[in-house]
């Protein structure tokens, strides 16, 4: 299971994941459970990578009968399940079944919906008014251009404009961009950067010896409190002291919230997989839909044409600062 979750993490799309399993005669659960020869399907892989329950979470009430009369059973909405964490142990942890959702999303087309695939579907956005910006086929010429969804549905209106791009032209630059980029990154150098910072253990260690600092102060806090009632020292020794106490526990509560910060923006940071996408990337002749959403979080489109690319690596966005 951890095997599709991490080739989906890096744009490998349902074919390709199916491919593996079968060329690689792993089993399915159907073959291990009766011993008898499947084989894996596209719908099972969606299934897999769509089910949380991987990630340790055990979820109940996702549906319902109709009516105690009706037995047919009906998707309840998300508010109504009963999701309970960590009642197994994770095959694959929350940060990469998030990544993936997006790729399974987006293979999820309905039958009835006309579809252009192009690689960057999905990604465009109006930097002017902030709506997606749709790509089309010219029914004349047969090329593809780019509209700003909300001019498209409001153009009397007056809101916004066209936007409409040649498609083919904005790919090529887009695409462009990327390979020169990809080609300068020095992708072992970026590995030694993440060696050389502190794992989120080490965080989380560190905010319990803070944890346990500001406990043994409030201890010494009562200690001398006791020591006051009782005559031992007198008020304005406690006084002074006590202010000196607090004043330790101020600067460890800030020690507390810079570390919890340091550690929030570390399990944030995936630049770990830039290797593997870059690798990816630069010995595919043409993209994939899903490796193009695994590496671009968003693409702004000016209207004069200027493109701001926003990608879903930390460590790509601050090279391009």
């Known amino acids: 299971m951890k095997t599709i979750f991490e080739m989906a993490k890096v744009g490998k799309n349902i074919g390709v994941i199916r491919d593996y399993l079968n060329d690689n005669k792993i089993p399915t659960a159907s073959s291990l459970r009766y011993n008898k020869a499947t084989f894996w399907s596209n719908k099972t892989i969606k299934n897999i990578l769509s089910h949380e329950i991987y990630t340790g979470v055990t979820i109940q009430n996702k549906r319902s009968r109709i009516s105690y009369k009706n037995r047919k059973m ?106 020169e980029l990809f080609q300068d990154i020095d992708s072992k150098k970026i590995e030694l950067n993440i060696k050389d910072k502190k794992s989120v253990h080490d965080y989380k260690k560190l905010l319990e010896n803070i944890e346990k600092e500001i406990e043994l102060i409030k201890n010494n806090i009562d200690k001398m409190y006791m020591d006051k009632l009782e005559g031992k020292i007198t008020e304005e020794i406690y006084e002074r002291v006590l202010n000196k106490y607090n004043e330790q526990i101020k600067e460890k509560q800030m020690q507390y919230e810079g570390i919890k910060q340091n550690k929030k923006d570390l399990e944030g940071d995936n630049s770990k997989d830039i290797a593997k996408v870059v690798k990816e990337f630069l010995k595919l002749e043409e993209p994939t839909p ?22 879903n690596f930390k460590k790509l966005n601050e090279i391009m600062c």
Not at 93 to 114: C, G, L, P, S, W
Not at 122 to 132: M, Q
Not at 293 to 298: E, G, P, Q, T, W
């Open 74 to 179: 009906r998707e309840n909405p998300k508010e109504q399940w009963y999701i309970v964490e960590n009642t197994h142990e994770p095959i694959i942890d929350k940060k990469t079944f998030n990544a993936v959702q997006k790729m399974v999303i987006v293979q999820k087309y309905e039958r009835h919906e006309k579809k252009n695939y192009t690689i960057l579907d999905g990604l465009l956005i109006c930097y002017e008014c902030g709506h997606k910006i749709g790509i089309k086929r010219d029914t004349r010429s047969h090329k593809f251009f780019t509209i700003c969804n909300n001019y498209r549905r409001n153009s009397k209106l007056g809101i916004c404009t066209c936007h409409g791009f040649n498609y083919e032209q904005l790919e090529d630059k887009v695409l462009k961009y990327i390979k």
């Open 290 to 311: 899903e490796l193009m959403k695994v590496i671009i979080n968003k693409i702004k489109i000016h209207q004069d044409k200027q493109i701001d690319i926003y990608f």
